[in-house]
């Protein structure tokens, strides 16, 4: 059993880190506004454009370094709000933990393919290997 609960000004604080991962996630939201905007906007441009023109929007060093941040905020920020959920409605310690584990494993992947498929584009490599695919 826990002691006394400890208050500030009258408001309960928590024992507990949570405030920091509240503070970062609030941060890559603010980040990803911006990001999301400019993703619209390349998403518009590149509408009807074929293979190669994309391949040349990716290979500017600008397109492909905010691909990349953008992919870096967005799974970072889907981790942490994924994490929340599963805090908050898991109870069971084994459960929530082995949960916690497989969701930094899977966003930690997708970050990684992502970044690395960005960069395959922007050297003008193909996406995929050869003769994989269409």
């Given amino acids: 059993m826990s ?4 208050y500030k000004n ?7 880190h ?3 991962e509240w503070t970062t996630e609030k ?4 980040l990803l506004m911006p990001l999301g905007v400019w993703v619209a906007s390349s998403v518009f441009t590149l509408t009807g454009a074929g293979y190669d023109a994309t391949r040349a ?3 500017n060093t600008l397109n ?3 691909a990349i941040v953008t992919a870096i905020v967005f799974f970072g920020f889907a981790s942490l709000a994924w994490k929340v959920i599963v805090e908050d409605y ?3 310690p084994g459960t929530k933990t082995l949960l916690l ?3 930094n494993i899977v966003f930690l992947a997708l970050t990684a393919a992502s970044v690395f498929f960005i960069v395959r584009l922007a050297l003008g490599s193909a996406p995929l290997p050869a003769g994989f695919g269409a």
Avoid: D
């Avoid at 941060?27 to 603010?30: F, T, Y």
């Fill in 3 to 6: 002691g006394a609960a400890k």
């Fill in 10 to 16: 009258g408001v309960r604080v928590s024992e507990r």
């Fill in 18 to 20: 949570g405030a920091g």
């Fill in 27 to 30: 941060v890559l939201l603010l």
């Fill in 57 to 59: 929007w990716f290979a």
């Fill in 64 to 66: 492909a370094g905010l």
């Fill in 90 to 92: 898991i109870h069971k």
């Fill in 101 to 103: 584990a497989l969701l």
